[in-house]
C-alpha cells in the first residue's frame, strides 16, 4: 500500500482515490479540516481568514507512524490523529489524553463519515459525520425559537430566518469548540446515533475544531479565528425607544420632548420602515418628514440618538432600481429574474415583485453606503437598523445567485456582509465605533458592530422565557451583543393587565441584556396590506402606572450600569468573552451550572433570574459553587452550590452579587 500521507508547509495531506483531507495548525490548541475531491480549494467564502493565526511553531507536530497506521498533529492541546485506511479523524486533549469528539462512519462499507453527492455546476451534496456522545451537552449554533439552551437530540436548520439565525458555531460539554465553515443552506442534526452537518450544495468540507481546558477558552480561541469583537458605542448602552411605526417627524419629536419633560433617560429614539416613498430609496419621504436635519439637531440637544431602518429590498418603483439591476448590483434567480420578493409599496396595499441588493458585492456595499451617507449619515444619523437582513425572500435565497456565488452555497453569508458594508464605510467616515441593529447574523459578524435582536416574537411570557435561553446562545456563538423586543414584537394590549405585567417582566431582563430595547407592534395595530402600518402606544408611560412605577427605576438602573457594563465590553474585545453569561462559562467545574437554563451571570458579577411566569411572585435560584452570592433585596448572604426561593414582587427581579463585588444596583 502506498503511502497516503503527505507532510509539506506544515499541513497533513490525506488522500485516497480522488478523496482528498488536509489537516493545518489554525490558532493556538486549534486546527483546520478540509476534504473535497480532488483538490482542496482555498479561496471559497468562509469565517476564516486566508492566512491561519500564528501561532508558537514549537507547539506543533507532524509525525506518520507507518507501523501503526495513522498520521499524529499535536498543535499544542489539540491532538489530531487520521487513520491510513479511512482517512477517519479523531481529536484528542493532549493534556488529558480523552477523545473529545471523532468522525464515523455511517456504515462500514458506504457511505464514510464524509459524503459527496454530485450535483451540477461542480457543487455537490455534503455530509460530515461524527459521533454521538450520550452525556455531551451542546450549545451555541446562533439563535432559535425552540427554547432549549442544550441542543443536544435538537435538528437545527442552517439558513437565515426571521428570528432563526445561523451562526454554524458549537461548545460542547466534552471540552470542544467547531466552527462548521460552510455558508451554505444546510442542518445539523444532533441525534443519539451520531452527530451529521449537512449542506445542501457545496464544494467541500471545511471545518475548525478547538480544544480547551474551560468553555471560556475556546470562547477565546474562537474570537481568535473568526474575529473579536469591534468595540460599543458609548451612546448604544442606554435605553433604545422604539415602536412600530412613529408616521412622521412632528410624532417622532413629541416622543423625544415627553421623555425630556418627563426627566427619563433616553439614549436611543428609532424610526422604523415606511418613512420613505419606495423601497431602495434609502431617503425620507419628504411630506412626512419635511426637515430631518433640524430633527437631528432637536435630538442632540436633548442627548438622544437617531437610529433609522435601512432595509436590503428595492422596489421597481424606487428611483435606484434601474441603476443597479442594469450594474449587476441585484440578486437574481437563473433566469435573470431581480424582483424575487412580494412587498406592498407605494399608495397602494397590494404586493409588488422587489428585488433585493446583492450584500455579497462590494459594489453593491459601496452604492448602498452613497444613498445611505447622503440621506442620513451626512445630517448625523449613525446609528443604522438593518431590518429584514436575512434577507426576508420567501421561500429563502437559495434559488438565487450573488457575487459570492449560488444562493445555495452562499446564502448564510448575506446578514454579514450587509453590516460589514455599513461598518466599513463608517468607519472610513471616522467613526471610531459602530453599531448596527440586525435581525440576522453569521460567523464573523461580531467584527462588524452588530447587535443582533431576537426578531419579530409574540408578546407572550413562554416568547420571554424562550428569550432568554436564545439570548444566552446567542453568546456562546460569539455574538456579544444582543437584545430583544420588550414586551415581544406580535400584538400585545397596553391596556391588558397580563400584557402589562409581561411588560415589567422583560423590561427586568431587558435592563441586564447588552442592548436595552423597548419595541413592538401594539393593540390596535393597522397594517398596510399584509404588513404592519401602525400600531398602538409603546412608551414607557403607555402601560398603566402601576407599570410606569416599576419601569422608570429599571431605566436609572440601566443608567448606573453603563459604566460596568463598557468595562466588560472592553473586557470581551480582547477575549471573546460575552456580556451576558451562561452559569457554565463562568463555573464549568460545577456540574449543576450546565443544567441551568432560565437565569446568567451579566459580566463576572452579577446573577440574574427573570421572571417568566404571569402571576409569579417568587422565583427559585440556583447559586453556583465556587462563589458567594449576596441577594439584592434583602442583603442576605448565601454560599453557592444550592438552590434559594427569594420574594419577587412584580417590581424586583432576583438579583446576587458575586462574593465581595459593589455594583450600583440600588439607588
Same mark, same amino acid.
Given at each position: 500500500?502506498l503511502?497516503?500521507?503527505?507532510?509539506?508547509?506544515h499541513?497533513?495531506? @490525506?488522500?485516497?482515490?480522488?478523496h482528498i483531507?488536509?489537516v493545518?495548525?489554525?490558532g493556538?490548541d486549534?486546527v483546520?479540516?478540509?476534504a473535497?475531491?480532488?483538490?482542496?480549494?482555498?479561496?471559497l467564502p468562509?469565517?476564516?481568514?486566508a492566512?491561519?493565526?500564528?501561532?508558537?511553531?514549537?507547539?506543533?507536530?507532524?509525525?506518520?507512524?507507518?507501523?501503526?497506521?495513522?498520521?499524529?498533529?499535536?498543535n499544542?492541546r489539540?491532538h489530531v490523529?487520521?487513520?491510513a485506511t479511512?482517512?477517519?479523524?479523531?481529536?484528542?486533549?493532549e493534556?488529558?489524553?480523552?477523545?473529545?469528539?471523532?468522525?464515523?462512519?455511517?456504515?462500514? @462499507? @458506504?457511505?464514510?463519515?464524509r459524503h459527496?453527492e454530485?450535483?451540477?455546476g461542480?457543487l455537490h451534496r455534503?455530509?460530515?459525520?461524527?459521533?454521538?456522545?450520550?452525556?455531551?451537552?451542546? /450549545?451555541g449554533?446562533?439563535?432559535?425559537?425552540?427554547?432549549?439552551l442544550?441542543?443536544?437530540?435538537?435538528?437545527?436548520?442552517l439558513?437565515?430566518?426571521?428570528?432563526?439565525?445561523?451562526?454554524?458555531?458549537?461548545?460542547?460539554?466534552?471540552?470542544?469548540?467547531?466552527l462548521?465553515?460552510?455558508p451554505?443552506?444546510?442542518?445539523v442534526?444532533f441525534?443519539g446515533n451520531g452527530?451529521?452537518?449537512v449542506a445542501?450544495?457545496?464544494r467541500?468540507i471545511?471545518?475548525?475544531l478547538?480544544v480547551g481546558?474551560?468553555?471560556?477558552a475556546?470562547?477565546t480561541?474562537?474570537?481568535?479565528?473568526?474575529g473579536?469583537?469591534s468595540?460599543?458605542?458609548e451612546w448604544?448602552s442606554?435605553f433604545?425607544?422604539?415602536?412600530?411605526?412613529?408616521r412622521d417627524q412632528?410624532? /417622532?419629536?413629541?416622543?423625544?420632548r415627553?421623555?425630556?419633560?418627563?426627566?427619563?433617560?433616553l439614549?436611543?429614539?428609532v424610526?422604523?420602515?415606511?418613512?420613505?416613498?419606495?423601497l431602495g430609496?434609502?431617503?425620507?419621504n419628504?411630506?412626512?418628514w419635511?426637515?430631518?436635519r433640524?430633527m437631528v439637531?432637536?435630538?442632540?440637544?436633548l442627548?438622544?440618538?437617531?437610529?433609522?431602518?435601512?432595509?436590503p429590498?428595492?422596489?421597481?418603483?424606487?428611483?435606484n432600481?434601474l441603476?443597479m439591476?442594469?450594474?449587476?448590483?441585484l440578486?437574481?434567480t437563473?433566469d435573470?429574474?431581480?424582483?424575487?420578493?412580494?412587498?406592498?409599496?407605494?399608495d397602494?396595499?397590494?404586493e409588488?415583485g422587489?428585488?433585493?441588493?446583492?450584500?455579497?458585492?462590494?459594489?453593491?456595499?459601496?452604492?448602498?453606503?452613497?444613498?445611505?451617507?447622503?440621506?442620513y449619515?451626512k445630517l448625523?444619523?449613525?446609528?443604522l437598523?438593518?431590518?429584514?437582513c436575512?434577507?426576508e425572500?420567501?421561500?429563502?435565497?437559495?434559488?438565487l445567485?450573488?457575487?459570492?456565488?449560488?444562493?445555495?452555497?452562499?446564502a448564510?453569508l448575506?446578514?454579514?456582509?450587509?453590516a460589514?458594508?455599513? /461598518?466599513?464605510?463608517?468607519?472610513?467616515?471616522g467613526?471610531?465605533?459602530?453599531?448596527?441593529?440586525?435581525?440576522?447574523?453569521w460567523?464573523?459578524s461580531?467584527?462588524?458592530?452588530?447587535?443582533?435582536?431576537?426578531?419579530?416574537?409574540?408578546a407572550?411570557f413562554r416568547a420571554?422565557?424562550?428569550?432568554?435561553?436564545?439570548?444566552?446562545?446567542?453568546a456562546?456563538?460569539?455574538?456579544?451583543?444582543?437584545?430583544s423586543?420588550?414586551?415581544?414584537?406580535?400584538?400585545?394590549?397596553?391596556?391588558?393587565p397580563?400584557f402589562?405585567?409581561l411588560?415589567?417582566?422583560?423590561f427586568q431582563?431587558?435592563?441586564?441584556?447588552p442592548v436595552t430595547?423597548?419595541h413592538g407592534?401594539?393593540?390596535?395595530?393597522?397594517?398596510?396590506g399584509?404588513?404592519?402600518?401602525s400600531?398602538?402606544?409603546?412608551?414607557?408611560?403607555?402601560?398603566?402606572?402601576?407599570?410606569?412605577?416599576a419601569?422608570?427605576p429599571? $431605566?436609572?438602573?440601566?443608567?448606573r450600569?453603563?459604566?460596568?457594563?463598557?468595562a466588560?465590553?472592553?473586557?470581551?474585545?480582547?477575549?471573546?468573552?460575552? $456580556?451576558?453569561?451562561?452559569?457554565?462559562?463562568a463555573?464549568?467545574?460545577d456540574p449543576e451550572?450546565w443544567?441551568?437554563?432560565?437565569?446568567y451571570?451579566?459580566?463576572?458579577?452579577?446573577?440574574v433570574?427573570p421572571?417568566?411566569?404571569?402571576?409569579?411572585?417568587q422565583?427559585r435560584v440556583? $447559586?453556583p459553587a465556587?462563589?458567594?452570592?449576596?441577594h439584592?433585596?434583602?442583603?442576605?448572604?448565601h454560599p453557592?452550590?444550592?438552590?434559594?426561593?427569594?420574594d419577587?414582587?412584580?417590581?424586583?427581579?432576583p438579583?446576587?452579587?458575586?462574593?465581595?463585588?459593589?455594583?450600583?444596583?440600588t439607588?
Amino acid at each position: 500500500m502506498l503511502n497516503p500521507f503527505v507532510v509539506a508547509d506544515h499541513t497533513l495531506t @490525506w488522500r485516497s482515490g480522488r478523496h482528498i483531507l488536509t489537516v493545518q495548525p489554525w490558532g493556538e490548541d486549534s486546527v483546520r479540516v478540509r476534504a473535497g475531491l480532488h483538490r482542496i480549494a482555498a479561496d471559497l467564502p468562509g469565517a476564516l481568514s486566508a492566512d491561519p493565526p500564528r501561532a508558537d511553531p514549537g507547539t506543533s507536530l507532524i509525525e506518520i507512524d507507518a507501523t501503526d497506521g495513522h498520521a499524529t498533529l499535536v498543535n499544542g492541546r489539540i491532538h489530531v490523529q487520521v487513520d491510513a485506511t479511512t482517512g477517519l479523524v479523531t481529536f484528542s486533549d493532549e493534556t488529558t489524553g480523552n477523545v473529545v469528539v471523532s468522525e464515523a462512519p455511517a456504515h462500514f @462499507w @458506504w457511505p464514510g463519515s464524509r459524503h459527496f453527492e454530485a450535483s451540477e455546476g461542480g457543487l455537490h451534496r455534503i455530509e460530515q459525520r461524527f459521533a454521538a456522545y450520550p452525556d455531551e451537552r451542546i /450549545y451555541g449554533l446562533g439563535q432559535h425559537g425552540h427554547g432549549r439552551l442544550d441542543q443536544k437530540g435538537m435538528v437545527i436548520e442552517l439558513a437565515q430566518r426571521n428570528g432563526e439565525v445561523s451562526i454554524p458555531f458549537v461548545l460542547s460539554s466534552r471540552g470542544y469548540g467547531m466552527l462548521w465553515n460552510n455558508p451554505a443552506v444546510g442542518r445539523v442534526e444532533f441525534a443519539g446515533n451520531g452527530t451529521r452537518w449537512v449542506a445542501d450544495r457545496a464544494r467541500q468540507i471545511d471545518y475548525w475544531l478547538t480544544v480547551g481546558e474551560t468553555p471560556a477558552a475556546i470562547m477565546t480561541a474562537y474570537a481568535g479565528a473568526t474575529g473579536f469583537p469591534s468595540t460599543m458605542p458609548e451612546w448604544a448602552s442606554g435605553f433604545w425607544q422604539s415602536k412600530l411605526r412613529y408616521r412622521d417627524q412632528a410624532e /417622532y419629536l413629541q416622543i423625544a420632548r415627553e421623555y425630556a419633560r418627563r426627566g427619563l433617560p433616553l439614549s436611543v429614539l428609532v424610526i422604523d420602515y415606511l418613512h420613505w416613498r419606495h423601497l431602495g430609496d434609502w431617503d425620507f419621504n419628504a411630506e412626512a418628514w419635511p426637515d430631518p436635519r433640524a430633527m437631528v439637531e432637536e435630538l442632540r440637544a436633548l442627548g438622544v440618538e437617531p437610529a433609522v431602518s435601512v432595509w436590503p429590498s428595492v422596489s421597481p418603483l424606487s428611483e435606484n432600481y434601474l441603476a443597479m439591476r442594469e450594474a449587476g448590483m441585484l440578486a437574481e434567480t437563473d433566469d435573470g429574474t431581480a424582483a424575487i420578493g412580494n412587498w406592498p409599496d407605494g399608495d397602494s396595499s397590494a404586493e409588488i415583485g422587489v428585488a433585493f441588493y446583492d450584500a455579497t458585492d462590494p459594489r453593491a456595499r459601496d452604492f448602498l453606503w452613497e444613498k445611505v451617507e447622503a440621506s442620513y449619515f451626512k445630517l448625523g444619523i449613525r446609528a443604522l437598523w438593518l431590518d429584514a437582513c436575512e434577507p426576508e425572500v420567501r421561500p429563502g435565497p437559495r434559488n438565487l445567485n450573488f457575487a459570492a456565488g449560488p444562493g445555495c452555497e452562499v446564502a448564510n453569508l448575506y446578514p454579514r456582509e450587509h453590516a460589514r458594508g455599513v /461598518y466599513e464605510h463608517q468607519r472610513r467616515a471616522g467613526q471610531d465605533a459602530v453599531l448596527s441593529l440586525v435581525r440576522s447574523a453569521w460567523a464573523g459578524s461580531q467584527r462588524y458592530g452588530v447587535a443582533l435582536w431576537s426578531g419579530d416574537i409574540p408578546a407572550t411570557f413562554r416568547a420571554l422565557a424562550d428569550s432568554i435561553r436564545a439570548g444566552l446562545n446567542v453568546a456562546l456563538s460569539g455574538i456579544p451583543w444582543w437584545n430583544s423586543d420588550i414586551g415581544g414584537f406580535h400584538g400585545g394590549d397596553p391596556e391588558d393587565p397580563e400584557f402589562r405585567e409581561l411588560i415589567v417582566r422583560w423590561f427586568q431582563f431587558g435592563v441586564f441584556c447588552p442592548v436595552t430595547r423597548l419595541h413592538g407592534h401594539r393593540e390596535p395595530r393597522g397594517s398596510h396590506g399584509p404588513v404592519g402600518d401602525s400600531g398602538g402606544p409603546n412608551e414607557v408611560w403607555s402601560f398603566g402606572e402601576t407599570a410606569y412605577e416599576a419601569i422608570t427605576p429599571l $431605566l436609572r438602573l440601566r443608567e448606573r450600569l453603563r459604566p460596568y457594563i463598557h468595562a466588560h465590553l472592553r473586557e470581551g474585545e480582547r477575549t471573546g468573552i460575552p $456580556l451576558m453569561r451562561p452559569l457554565l462559562l463562568a463555573f464549568p467545574d460545577d456540574p449543576e451550572a450546565w443544567t441551568i437554563e432560565d437565569q446568567y451571570l451579566f459580566g463576572p458579577d452579577i446573577l440574574v433570574a427573570p421572571v417568566t411566569e404571569f402571576g409569579a411572585r417568587q422565583r427559585r435560584v440556583y $447559586l453556583p459553587a465556587g462563589a458567594e452570592w449576596t441577594h439584592i433585596d434583602t442583603g442576605r448572604r448565601h454560599p453557592g452550590g444550592g438552590y434559594v426561593t427569594v420574594d419577587a414582587p412584580l417590581a424586583s427581579i432576583p438579583l446576587f452579587t458575586r462574593d465581595d463585588a459593589e455594583i450600583p444596583l440600588t439607588d
